[in-house]
């Protein structure tokens, strides 16, 4: 079984798992992406991991606040990850206008 059908595999049942949260899938898929610009051998990699560990702290942190709080810290997470892949895919293709 491919990679990718094995982390969608996971992935399913972690949603089908009752009490799994929006705020769960994202964190699944945006570390999921992180895990995998940490390992490529650009200088993404290092931003990647440092996302990476930011993220789970993050995660941890967001678990605490109350709904209001939580969902504005969803939201901002969500924003910055759109950021931070438009610019390692900017920075891929040479476009620096991004």
Known sequence: MTIFKTLTVVLWLFIAM??????????????????????????????????LRTTILAEEY???????????????EEEFACYFFNAINASNSGDKSS
Request: glycine share 8%.
């Open 62 to 76: 967001i678990k605490l606040l109350p709904d209001q709080g939580k969902q504005l810290m969803i939201k901002l």
């Open 18 to 51: 009752p009490g799994f949260s929006q705020q769960q899938v994202l964190s699944v898929a945006l570390t999921t992406r992180l895990d995998s610009v940490r390992m490529v051998n650009g200088n993404e990699r290092h931003f990647g991991e440092l996302y």
